[in-house]
Structure formats: structure tokens, C-alpha cells
């Protein structure tokens, strides 16, 4: 029995569907690149800026990142990682604060928290700890990649500028991505996910896949599939060994970065935008034609995969934090041609969902929008930036029904409240009806559901007879997509 009580719930998944009754499909949405809301043009950032993530904190968004003073095309060798600060009042429009902690070029007038004389390190990632039992001198933790430990470790914060730094979490792993970690209130446990590598074919837990992979020869590391692993604590310093993520049948394909966070309108759902890197063996005819051959021949002399692999993005998501649903049609693909895209580098968006007000209309609904860096990490182009993309809120999957009725049938649930409000969208010849059965055969039906709204409220009489029962829900539906549903009070 799936008990909703007065939660959203979302169909990312099917795990509210009866698949066997329901004729509707489970149809996933992509966003829309919007404007450049961030450019890195300060000269501690030219050589390259990646990694962002950004949270909501007390009226502002607080956003970490790295910024890279000499770039890998250069000398890969000489690459200087600082980690930058950046704030927003809106996640749209954002400043670099002068903190006056790092010297640059004689000046500590720069947004710099941690440079090359705290440590060598790479992969830094922040987030607030709203674990009742926190430290205040650890309000805020960090996570980065120790370069001569080969290591995860640990950072505190008390004000989430000045970092110290902490112990190792775990050395069984490679790391050399963005791993993030969050406490998760429901489960009152620390979520852990990291970068692992296996060879293919081998997903077994107890693989001696090599705990330090970056000790490995690049052409024998690359022969391995990069992957995302999953650790979990009670007090944030002593870890379970890592663990495949579960994909179910999916193919087991490289995974980049995992950007895995709770989704604030149901954080019960975790929701993931991994990074996809494909790697192409050889050079081919398309690479003749394909934007900038000339820089990714400069790269392939470099290293071959430098400029034979391309990456893009999907989306997945998970109810435990473990087994994830993920759909392997891109959710960001590279786009239209250009001299600085269609490589390694493309579609890492920043770890981070911003409540945004509509582009359009100031009584409209507000939107989702996300943050990708463009202009590749591994070329010399002027200024590396963010842009801005949008999607509906709850709007990563929905089930369709196009221009022939369809049926959507939930498993037997309960709920709490007297009202019904949806995440609907349909055409002006589109509808839907909703039913609500109990398990004793009384039922109710709504009018004639048509609009487009993020919390529609359906036209029941009331529902509070079936508050609290065993029930099962109807939607008869055409030309329309229902992306999410709460019971609630009025």
C-alpha cells in the first residue's frame, strides 16, 4: 500500500502507475537555453571554470566553483585550481564578492576562498548541514579531492567562506569529478555520491576494480567505465564502501558527473543529471566535418580522448537514493554546431534548482531553471560562461496522452485532505477527468479538466470521505500531460 498523505508526488517514474491498466506514456521533457547569466572573465578563471554548485540560503543562493588559471590545452601539468564564490539574490543575477582571503597577483580583491597554497585539490563541493546535531563551526561542509592522498576528504565552515580542512571520507575511488553529499532529514543519514571506475562488464560489489584508479596509466584507466558509486553515514565521518548505483536493465554506460540533489517540491524524490561521456575510438570522416576540427586535432595530440569523446546529459532519478530510473534519451545534447561545442566538456550542468518567476508573464507560474556551463573546459576561448535553462516545475517526465484518449491508473494508494491540486497541462481541445475510487466501491468524479497550471485545483465536490482510504485513481485524458499530484487541506 503506497501511502501519499499530503505529499507531491511526481511521475518521474512509474512507482505510483499501475503499468498494466494504464495506456498513457511516461514521456520525459527537455528544457530551454535562455540567457548567459554568469561569465567567468576574471583572470584567476580564464584557463577554464567548471564544477558550479549552488544552494538557497537565508536570501541568497551561495554558488562554489572552480576556477583554473592556466589552461589544459597549454600544459595540462600546470593547471592552478582555486575554488571561487559567487552570490545571488535570485540565482539569475550574480556577483563575485572581494573577500579578501586569497591573494592574486599581489591583490586579495577577488572571490577566491581556497587556492594552490591551502592544498592541491580538485572536485570541491559545498552544501549546509540542516542535521539537527550539526556543529556551528560546521554549519557548512565541503567535499574535494585530495590530489596526493588520492583521496575524498572533508571541509568546515562555520560562515561558508573560510574552510578548514577535515579527514578522509573515503579512498576507494577516483574522485576526480564533482562527488556531492547531503543530509537527507527523512532518512536522517548523510548521501554520498562519488566517481568509481570498472571495467566492463564487471559491476560485481566485492570487483577488486582498484581502489586508486587516478594511479593507473591513462590508457589503462580509460579502458575502464567511469561510473557514479553511493556511500552513506550517520555522523559524516564513518563511511560504508561504496556501491554501484542499481540502473536495472539499462546498458551500463560512462557516467561523468552525477549532480544527484533532493527535489525541493518533493524531496522525498531524489532527481540526477549525470554527465554521459561517449568516446569515439577512432577518427573518422564526420570529425572532418564536425565544428573545430582544428583545436580537436590540438587535443587529440594531447591525449587521444581529448578530442574523440563528447559528452552530453541525461536525467534519472531514485526513491531511495540507490536504484535509479534513468532515461538515456539526452536531456541536454550539444546543440546546433559551433566552434566551442560538440566535445569533452559539453552539457555539465551546475548542481542547483532555482524557483525562477516566468520569463513572460508576472502573474504566470513560476519555472525551474538550472545552470550549464558552455565554451569548453579544454580550449582557449576568451571567457567560459553559464547559461541559463528552463524547464516547468515538475516538469522532467509527465504521462501524454496525444490526440487519442488515454488512461492513466495508479496502484492502490491513501491520502490525507479534502482537495486535489495538479500539475496539468492541455491543448483548448484537450481534457482530463479524474475519478477516485475506495476499496468499498464508492467513488467520485471531477468536471471536465482543461488549462495549464502548476497546481491546478481539480473539480471534485470534496473529497474528505475518502481521506485516510484505500483508493485508486482515474485520469481519462487527451492531448494533455499530468506531471504531478497533491492532496491537501482547502
Not at 550517520?234 to 558527473?257: A, C, E, M, Q
Not at 502548476?454 to 485524458?477: C, T
Request: proline share 4%; charged share 30%.
Amino acid at each position: 500500500m503506497i501511502k501519499l498523505d499530503s505529499r507531491r508526488e511526481c511521475f518521474f517514474d512509474d512507482f505510483l502507475i499501475d503499468t498494466s491498466k494504464t495506456t498513457a506514456q511516461l514521456l520525459t521533457h527537455k528544457p530551454t537555453p535562455c540567457e548567459i547569466v554568469f561569465s567567468h572573465d576574471s583572470a584567476w578563471e580564464l584557463g577554464g571554470s567548471t564544477y558550479h554548485n549552488f544552494f538557497y540560503d537565508d536570501g541568497i543562493y551561495r554558488m562554489y566553483y572552480l576556477g583554473i588559471r592556466t589552461d589544459f590545452v597549454d600544459d595540462p601539468n600546470k593547471r592552478v585550481i582555486n575554488v571561487c564564490y559567487a552570490e545571488s539574490a535570485d540565482g539569475l543575477n550574480w556577483v563575485k564578492p572581494k573577500l579578501g582571503i586569497c591573494e592574486f597577483n599581489g591583490s586579495k580583491d577577488n572571490n577566491i576562498i581556497l587556492d594552490e597554497h591551502f592544498m592541491r585539490f580538485d572536485c570541491f563541493y559545498v552544501f549546509k548541514d540542516t542535521n539537527p546535531s550539526c556543529r556551528p563551526d560546521q554549519k557548512y561542509k565541503a567535499v574535494g579531492l585530495d590530489f596526493e592522498k588520492k583521496a575524498l576528504i572533508s571541509f568546515y565552515s562555520s560562515d561558508g567562506t573560510h574552510f578548514e580542512r577535515g579527514d578522509i571520507i573515503t579512498d576507494k575511488g577516483a574522485f576526480d569529478t564533482l562527488n556531492v553529499v547531503f543530509w537527507d532529514e527523512e532518512k536522517e543519514i548523510y548521501r554520498g555520491y562519488i566517481r568509481g571506475f570498472h571495467l566492463p562488464g564487471d559491476l560485481e560489489e566485492n570487483d577488486e576494480y582498484d581502489d586508486k584508479p587516478l594511479m593507473l596509466p591513462d590508457a589503462e584507466r580509460n579502458e575502464r567505465i567511469r561510473d557514479i558509486r553511493y556511500i552513506e553515514s550517520k555522523d559524516f565521518v564513518n563511511w560504508t564502501k561504496p556501491r554501484h548505483l542499481d540502473f536495472g536493465s539499462k546498458p551500463d554506460i560512462p557516467l561523468y558527473t552525477n549532480c544527484i540533489s533532493k527535489y525541493p517540491r518533493a524531496p522525498h524524490i531524489m532527481v540526477g543529471f549525470p554527465t554521459r561521456y561517449i568516446e569515439r575510438k577512432e577518427w573518422t570522416a564526420c570529425f572532418d566535418e564536425l565544428c573545430g576540427k582544428e583545436t580537436r586535432l590540438e587535443r587529440v595530440k594531447i591525449e587521444r580522448r581529448l578530442g574523440l569523446a563528447i559528452t552530453d546529459c541525461v536525467f534519472m532519478t531514485s526513491r531511495d537514493g540507490v536504484h535509479f530510473t534513468r532515461y538515456d534519451d539526452a536531456y541536454l545534447r550539444p546543440g546546433t554546431e559551433h566552434l566551442t561545442n560538440w566535445r569533452y566538456g559539453d552539457c555539465y550542468p551546475a548542481i542547483g534548482l532555482i524557483n525562477s518567476a516566468s520569463r513572460y508573464y508576472t502573474d504566470a507560474d513560476s519555472e525551474l531553471s538550472m545552470l550549464c556551463h558552455e565554451k569548453a573546459l579544454f580550449d582557449n576561448v576568451p571567457v567560459k560562461q553559464l547559461r541559463r535553462y528552463v524547464i516547468r516545475q515538475d516538469g522532467f517526465c509527465s504521462m501524454h496522452a496525444g490526440e487519442k484518449e488515454e488512461l492513466v491508473v495508479t496502484k492502490p494508494f491513501t491520502f490525507e485532505g479534502d482537495t486535489l491540486y495538479a500539475n496539468i497541462s492541455t491543448s483548448a481541445a484537450g481534457y482530463m477527468y479524474f475519478e477516485i475510487k475506495s476499496s468499498d466501491g464508492k467513488a467520485i468524479k471531477s468536471c471536465e479538466m482543461f488549462g495549464d497550471s502548476i497546481d491546478k485545483k481539480i473539480g471534485f465536490s470534496d473529497l474528505s470521505e475518502f481521506s485516510g482510504k484505500e483508493v485508486v485513481m482515474n485520469v481519462r485524458m487527451k492531448d494533455a500531460d499530468l506531471y504531478s499530484i497533491k492532496f491537501q487541506n482547502g
